[in-house]
């Protein structure tokens, strides 16, 4: 039980850390509607997803499988950004880049720790959860297919003749591409993480 607390935790921390910081980056900009919608905040309540945020991470976590979720989408409004084609890019991006952050500061404080603390100490523990689940939540949420962050990169080159039929294309069936994705795309997926994780030291 412990253990099963220790992961849904972990997984809320960092979905409060990524929306907080979509509504940061938005505000940053000049709008001020995830600030308005309460979302400005660090308060993990205001961004919760029953679905996404409280049952799929705990039954994960119950049955032992890799905590993942999702919290409530942000509000903003594209037009009060100062950044203009820029501006959706940054926002989207400021929220898996946030748990690629958290996730090499966790590692780093975890190895430095290391040194005085054995490893089942909760803290410990906490910590190596929480790192392997920002790296999942920064990696999975960069690839550019709708409704994911990284697919206002893509959005936003939209209106390029080449770019244009692809860019349409995947905002139209976005959602049965990142289903495709994920199914059949398994194995790079979990090749990618493991290098990423590797690359902290944890594997």
Do not use: C
């Not at 979509?22 to 905040?41: I, S």
């Not at 349409?168 to 090749?191: H, S």
């Amino acid at each position: 039980m412990l253990l099963i607390a220790i992961r849904f935790g972990a997984v809320i921390l960092a979905l409060t850390f990524h929306e907080f910081m979509h509504a940061f980056a938005a505000y940053l900009q000049g709008d001020k509607t995830a600030q308005y919608a309460g979302r400005l905040t660090l308060n993990p309540l205001v961004h919760i997803d029953p679905m996404g945020t409280i049952f799929l991470p705990l039954m994960l976590s119950i049955a032992g499988l890799p905590a993942f979720g999702w919290a409530k989408p942000v509000p903003y409004n594209p037009y009060n950004l100062r950044n203009g084609r820029l501006g959706p890019v940054l926002v989207g991006l400021a929220g898996p880049f946030t748990n690629l952050s958290l996730f090499f500061i966790s590692a780093g404080l975890y190895h430095v720790l290391l040194a005085t603390m054995p490893q089942d100490n909760l803290l410990m523990v906490f910590l190596y959860v929480f790192t392997l689940v920002n790296g999942a939540l920064g990696l999975f949420n960069i690839v550019p297919i709708p409704p994911l962050d990284g697919s206002k990169v893509l959005m936003a080159f939209a209106d390029h003749p080449k770019i244009r039929p692809i860019a349409l294309f995947v905002e139209k069936n976005g959602f049965f591409i990142l289903l495709a994705y994920i199914f059949l795309n398994t194995p790079g997926l979990n090749w990618a993480y493991a290098k990423l994780v590797s690359m902290v030291g944890l594997i």
